[in-house]
C-alpha cells in the first residue's frame, strides 16, 4: 500500500477513532450490525455517536441488502440511502470496472478510478480501502481521501499479490480518477 508519509501535523479529526464497515458483508449482518453491535463498539470508544462513520460493500451485496435489484443508478442511489437511513453517515458501493458510487453528507458521486485491459482483481477493494482510511487518518479531505483510495485499489489491480505498490505510483494514477456527480444526483 502507501509507503509513509513525511511527518504531518495531527489530524484535523479530534475524537474517537471512526467505526467502518466494508469487504463481504451478508445482509443480515448490516442489519443487525446497526441495531446492537454499534452500541458496543461505542461503549469501547471507537465512534462518537453509535454510528459507522463508513460503509462500503459492493453492488450484489447492495442487492441482497435491499432484497432487490440495483441495476440503475437511481436503483443503487436508493439502496444506497436506506444504507444511510440505518445510520451509515457514508456508503460506497463498488461495482468492479464500473465507477463506485459515493454518498457522504449531503452528496452522491460517481467514482471512477483509472481503467486497464489486464490486472488482478483480488485485494483491490482492500486496497482501496486502506489507501482511503490512510489518506483520511493523515487529514486529508474526504474526496482526496476517496480518490488516493481509487488510485490504491487501481495500482493493486497492476501487479498480483497485495500492497506492492509504492506512494509514487498511487499519487501518479490519482491524476486519473475523477469524482463527479452521480448521474441521478445531477438530474435530481
Not at 166 to 175: F, I, Q
Request: contains cysteine.
Amino acid at each position: 500500500m502507501l509507503q509513509p508519509a513525511p511527518p504531518r501535523p495531527a489530524s484535523p479529526r479530534p475524537g474517537p477513532l471512526p467505526a467502518w464497515v466494508f469487504g463481504v458483508v451478508p445482509a443480515v449482518f448490516l442489519a443487525v450490525f446497526f441495531a446492537y453491535p454499534v452500541t458496543r463498539i461505542v461503549g469501547r470508544g471507537l465512534s462518537s455517536e453509535g454510528e459507522p462513520d463508513l460503509v462500503k460493500i459492493n453492488d450484489w451485496e447492495l442487492a441482497e441488502f435491499v432484497c432487490g435489484p440495483v441495476s440503475t443508478p437511481a436503483l443503487m442511489l436508493a439502496g444506497a440511502q436506506r444504507l444511510r437511513d440505518g445510520g451509515a453517515r457514508s456508503v460506497i458501493v463498488t461495482r468492479g470496472e464500473l465507477p463506485a458510487l459515493v454518498l457522504h453528507e449531503d452528496r452522491a458521486w460517481q467514482l471512477t478510478p483509472p481503467r486497464f485491459e489486464h490486472g488482478f482483481r483480488e485485494g483491490c477493494g482492500d486496497s482501496m480501502m486502506g489507501g482511503l482510511a490512510a489518506a483520511w487518518a493523515l487529514g486529508e479531505s474526504f474526496e482526496r481521501a476517496l480518490v488516493l483510495g481509487a488510485a490504491a485499489g487501481a495500482a493493486n489491480f497492476l501487479q498480483r499479490g497485495l500492497a506492492h505498490a509504492s506512494r509514487e505510483v498511487v499519487e501518479k494514477l490519482a491524476d486519473a480518477v475523477t469524482l463527479e456527480s452521480w448521474p441521478v444526483a445531477a438530474a435530481a
